[in-house]
């Protein structure tokens, strides 16, 4: 693959990066990219491939039906090299060979996990391996089933039916192909459980379902796990008590515990415990505590022995597993289980979410893999896929897709008589002075292109990379308007390095938007996302509010935490990690989706109203009024009235 020096970035990056190609070291690259030029990798950026392409077109329109104030964006780059949290996509649990669940996105090549496969007449489950990873960023649906399962995917990927294999959607390239209806039902188990959250209470039912138990434990993997419960941190003390009402984490350790001791795996079955008549009471408690229908079976012995066989088939014994999370796997034994469609996986939607996203995919060995309890095809086979978008990339924050001839490209679409030189938006997608800006330069060609035609433009970006164009931006904000935004989340540096590593400091921002107003260009910040719970007090928003003010800022706006598909599964393993006590007040704000509960969202506009009066950042006809919706903060758009543009959150990655 040789360089096609037509391309100045290309030419002006110069013949040491050529020497850091990754496809000449064999790395495997994106063959199936439209316009690729070539993959390099270099230590300046660790652990990152940048996938230089020829793109046909830089100027994107959003979709019709977007909220949005503006028609038109530009995104030079897809993918970011600042590795943002809140920029992560992959939460849909996938099935693994030994019963658990892992994310999509933190699937590795190589993890053993759950296809399908038909024996005779029937499709069976067996396991298979991990054999690539990506990610590629694409619109994005929603798909909700009868019982309540949802899943996201691009309109290329496929599940299977009652009806055979079916795309999501329609799409550009294909629009005969067989995609789902209403009604469609879908071949699996349905929804898979989440686990438990493995707290004092969860620990002290593990124990006391194993001391309860009709055996001693003998596997290794449940005695290091009652070890740890009784000599790690928040470690427990023997005796442990049955507590007078048991928590539902209780009940779900101690069936866990019981299991772990006693349980049994079957083809077709599960059977709980064996089990003493003593202890059948308190196994029965907790299976009815969490919805579990169950069968008593007397084994007719004098000493009174029963078993528990778990009802309801394999949908059941999974929930059984993911729920209570014994120590213990069910390492394939599911394999040779026959699979099916149920009525309560009936499709009930399918829904454009209006925004494109980073969307995870695996290669397997059988060619599909158990996603959310569905079979789910591999529709991303590195081998045979050929039509990849233009954004494609291997992972969002370290496959970076530039398109390195966006400068030339963006020209001679300006000069299209049919350009009507509408409001142009940049980083609402991804970060345009990502720290690869720094490598590839384009944004200075962008901003003069966009200035020599005449049309207005905005930038929203956490990157300080931006300093740098100052002068330039400075000079043509004299030739048509121009407006700055700048996102500020927190000022805590401990904080931010744990949510946004690879993005420059508070501090630094802060800097950043006090150049820009020392070079006489308007800037407004969004503080955002603010976390309920740990930056939503009075005390820190006064704080960033006041350090915002003191640097001339134009304006602010304060957006609560929006929790996409996709970021939700990490940030909250996150939060339960390092803040458990707030888990509970996060499952009731974002009970019902990505969006804060209305509820929170009019507290804290309430709460932020009055310090952004008194610091002078609130819209100008809300100064001496109650601060409603949020509404982009005044000097981030150019050409278009702030007041008359509410945040549409979910429409902006960058925050």
Not at 46 to 69: C, D, I, T, Y
Not at 328 to 351: F, H, K, P
Not at 365 to 387: E, L
Request: glycine share 10%; hydrophobic share 40%.
């Amino acid at each position: 693959m040789s360089i096609d020096t037509s391309s100045n970035v290309c030419s002006t990056v110069g013949v040491r990066w050529d020497s850091q190609r990754a496809d000449r070291q064999g790395q495997q690259t994106l063959p199936g990219l439209p316009g690729l030029v070539r993959s390099v990798e270099t230590p300046e950026f660790a652990g990152m491939v940048f996938h230089e392409v020829h793109a046909r077109s830089v100027l994107n329109k959003v979709p019709g039906q977007s909220p949005m104030p503006f028609r038109w964006t530009i995104n030079p780059y897809r993918g970011c090299s600042h590795a943002c949290r809140y920029c992560l996509a992959g939460d849909t649990p996938i099935l693994l060979a030994d019963g658990r669940t892992r994310p999509l996105a933190e699937l590795r090549v190589g993890d053993e996990i759950y296809g399908t496969e038909r024996q005779g007449s029937r499709r069976r489950y067996v396991t298979t391996r991990v054999l690539a990873h990506w990610s590629t960023v694409k619109p994005a649906y929603r798909l909700t089933l009868r019982d309540g399962t949802q899943l996201i995917a691009s309109a290329d990927h496929r599940f299977l039916t009652d009806r055979g294999w079916r795309h999501v959607a329609e799409s550009d390239e294909h629009r005969r192909r067989a995609v789902l209806a209403n009604g469609d039902k879908l071949v699996g188990t349905g929804a898979f459980a989440a686990a438990p959250k493995g707290r004092v209470d969860y620990r002290c039912g593990y124990l006391s379902g194993i001391a309860g138990g009709f055996d001693q434990p003998t596997d290794p993997k449940v005695i290091e796990r009652a070890r740890e419960f009784l000599t790690g941190a928040d470690s427990i003390s023997l005796p442990v008590e049955r507590p007078l009402v048991p928590s539902e984490e209780w009940h779900k350790g101690f069936l866990a515990g019981v299991f772990d001791v006693d349980g049994e795996f079957g083809r077709g079955y599960l059977r709980v415990a064996r089990t003493g008549r003593a202890n059948v009471g308190t196994i029965s408690e907790a299976l009815l505590r969490l919805d579990f229908q169950f069968v008593l079976e007397d084994q007719g012995h004098r000493s009174g022995v029963q078993r528990v066989r778990l009802s309801g088939g394999l949908a059941e014994h999974l929930r059984f597993l993911h729920t209570v999370d014994p120590a213990r796997d069910g390492e394939r034994e599911l394999a040779g289980v026959a699979i099916r469609a149920a009525e309560r996986l009936g499709l009930e939607s399918v829904e454009p979410l209006g925004l494109e996203m980073p969307l995870f995919d695996i290669t397997t060995g059988t060619g599909d893999f158990i996603a959310n309890g569905v079979v789910s095809h591999n529709c991303f086979a590195r081998g045979s896929h050929t039509y990849l978008d233009l954004d494609s990339g291997k992972d969002f924050d370290s496959q970076v897709v530039v398109k390195v001839n966006a400068v030339e490209v963006l020209a001679a679409q300006l000069r299209s008589p049919r350009w009507t030189r509408e409001h142009v938006a940049m980083g609402t997608n991804t970060d345009p002075y990502q720290r690869a800006e720094g490598r590839y330069k384009l944004m200075p060609g962008i901003i003069r292109a966009l200035a020599d035609s005449g049309t207005p433009f905005n930038i929203l970006t956490k990157g300080t990379v931006l300093s740098r164009d100052l002068p330039l931006l400075r000079e043509v904000s004299a030739q048509v308007p121009v407006g700055l935004g700048v996102s500020i989340a927190l000022v805590d540096r401990e904080l931010q390095r744990s949510l946004e590593p690879g993005t420059a400091s508070p501090q630094a921002r802060l800097e950043l938007v006090r150049k820009i107003v020392d070079a006489g260009l308007p800037c407004g910040v969004f503080v955002a996302p603010v976390l309920p719970g740990l930056t939503d007090s009075i005390d820190r928003l006064d704080a960033l509010l006041a350090a915002i003010a003191q640097t001339g800022a134009t304006g602010a706006t304060v957006l609560p935490l929006h929790l996409r598909p996709g970021a939700r599964e990490w940030f909250a393993t996150w939060l339960a990690r390092e803040h458990p006590e707030l888990v509970p007040s996060y499952r009731q704000i974002y009970a019902r989706g990505a969006n804060a509960d209305i509820r929170y969202r009019r507290w804290l506009g309430r709460r932020v109203g009055p310090l952004l009066r008194k610091h002078g950042l609130a819209p100008k006809e809300a100064r001496t009024a109650r601060v409603e919706e949020p509404t982009w903060p005044e000097g981030s758009l150019a050409s278009i009235p702030e007041q008359a543009a509410p945040v549409q959150q979910e429409q902006l990655e960058l925050l």
